[in-house]
Structure formats: structure tokens, C-alpha cells
């Protein structure tokens, strides 16, 4: 006999083949520190000369994953679904207990340096972002921030750029 629980469940063998096992794809996961770059267009790099058009720093804030960016917070799958070409560049570090509350301080910190710089031009200002973030989690030489302060790209964040990041991989992954 056996109890009713144990039964075998029955399934319509019309539908059986056409569930899916996996109910949403998967979720990407991105750590707080992380820097996104998103590549640039065959126009961009003609005009420009830049591979790389936008740099972001993910940060997360109430449980959420920001990518902060020329001193805007974006829902990072709103940023990603705006950007699909995006790659991720990890932060290869120990993170402490209070990194996630340091990087926070730090994005809320660059903001309100970034108000005050009325003399900084609009195609240097996620550079000044992502630089300045950086340098106050001192995760960049501020010798070499200062070389590079009101000149700094989204092409400085990439491996091989002139900037040495401290705990950074050499390698970026693809995000899609």
C-alpha cells in the first residue's frame, strides 16, 4: 500500500516536454568595487579614438547594485539593458566588513566633489567618477591620479590602460 504523499505525481504527457527546468535565466552578480566598461561603437572609436565610451562603478546601496557613473546612480540591469556590449572588470580583493559602507562614502563623497568642479568638461567627468572613487578607497596611486586628474577616460580603467590599478584583474568578462 504506501502513503498518498509518496505517489508518483502525474504529469500531462502533453506538457511534460515543454516545461522549462530553469524558471528565468541566470542572474549576473557583480561585487561592490567592480568596474564595468562598455565598449565604444566603429563610430565612436573613428571620431574619438577611444575603444572604450563609458566606465561605472558598481555600488551597492540598500541591497541594491548600482552602477555609479558620472555621478548618477543606475540600477545596474537598467544600465546593462541600456549598454548589452558591457564587460566587467572584478576587483580581485579582500573585502573587510565595512567595504561595501566605504565604497558607498566614497560614490556619496565623489558626487559632492563633482558639484563644486563647475571648471571640469563634460567628457571627463565619468573618468573624474571612477578615478576619484578609486583613489579615495586607495585602490589607485593619487600620484598617479594627479598625472592624469582632468584627462582621464574610460579607456584608463581598462586592462592594459595607463593607470596601475591596485587588486584589479587583467582580464575583463563579458556580462550577456
Known sequence: MGFLWSQPERHD???????????????????C?????????ALQITLNRDIWSKVAIVVHKHNK?????NGNYSPIQQFLLNYPNAVCRPLDCIRYTGFVRDVQDAACKTQELLLNNIKLS???REGYC????????????LQTLAIHFDQ????????GGPLELKDYTSECWNVH
Open 152 to 159: 582621464l577616460r574610460p579607456r584608463h580603467f581598462a586592462p
Open 65 to 69: 547594485a548600482y552602477a555609479f557613473s
Open 122 to 124: 563634460i567628457e571627463a
Open 33 to 41: 568595487g567592480d568596474l564595468i566598461l562598455v565598449p565604444a561603437s
Open 130 to 141: 571612477a578615478g576619484t572613487v578609486l583613489g579615495i578607497l586607495g585602490l589607485i596611486h
Open 13 to 31: 504527457s502533453d506538457h511534460t516536454l515543454q516545461t522549462n527546468l530553469l524558471q528565468s535565466s541566470p542572474e549576473s552578480i557583480f561585487h
